[in-house]
């Protein structure tokens, strides 16, 4: 069955990093997506990924390897307003064109 | 900016009842979707549409039924509420291509079926 996975927590330090993980097992791949979500709000676009490596985009950057099905969100110099849930979606290319989420690593940043 | 509106915010309605969640964005995408949100299970897809009058079913239909009116608006229907239908609903949009793997969000709205 198709399916994206990441660990449902992770505790880091203010200024230091947080890589947060996800893998996927999809029919299928047409890009993989970050979305940031507070507490309380709607989950906010943050980076699309769909060749294989490294995207530096400032304050975080995204990885894929698309044979492993592996994906990381890398935070860096982490600000406490940076604790947050962080969503990974797939886009598998057959069974619709809709994203497949998983179920979200809640960052806790602490000072 | 990107604007997705649900309404309303919040609603309790009872066992049995009929709800009728509303979504209207004004971006001008074609791509309108229902999730719902529940601790342990992240986000799943109900329904989405690519345009008025079309509708494809998502991961968990059950119990639930869409329609897209024009290309502004997209509803969610609950003929029959059940107590397993609570959850936190989200309505999004997005544009084609790769365009399409950027969902824009509206605020949510909480359900609670007693």
């Known amino acids: 069955g198709q399916g994206v996975e990441q660990p449902a927590k992770l505790m880091s330090v203010e200024g230091t990093f947080a890589r947060v993980n996800c893998t996927y097992s999809?029919?299928?791949?047409?890009?993989l997506s970050w979305y940031q979500q507070r507490e309380g709000q709607a989950p906010v676009f943050l980076s699309y990924v769909v060749l294989d490596g490294l995207k530096d985009s400032g304050h975080f950057s995204t990885f894929l390897s698309r044979s492993n099905g592996y994906s990381y969100l890398l935070l860096t110099e982490l600000q406490i307003k940076d604790s947050a849930s962080y969503l990974c979606a797939v886009r598998a290319y057959q069974g619709g064109r809709a994203l497949i989420f998983g179920t979200g690593t809640t960052v806790s940043v602490s000072p | 900016e990107a604007a997705v509106t649900q309404s309303p915010r919040n609603k309790v309605t009872v066992t049995g009842g009929n709800v009728t969640l509303s979504c209207r964005q004004t971006n001008s995408h074609n791509y309108m979707y229902w999730y719902r949100q529940d601790t342990g299970h992240g986000l799943r897809l109900i329904h989405y549409s690519y345009g008025a009058g079309n509708l494809q079913i998502g991961d968990v239909p059950d119990g639930y039924k869409a329609t897209r009116t024009t290309q502004e608006d997209f509803f969610l229907l609950l003929e029959l509420a059940s107590p397993s239908q609570t959850s936190l609903y989200f309505c999004?949009?997005?544009?084609?291509?790769?365009?399409?793997?950027?969902?824009?969000f509206g605020a949510g709205t909480r359900l609670s079926v007693l």
């Open positions: 999809t029919s299928g791949f047409n890009g």
């Open positions: 999004a949009s997005s544009d084609v291509g790769t365009s399409q793997n950027t969902l824009y």
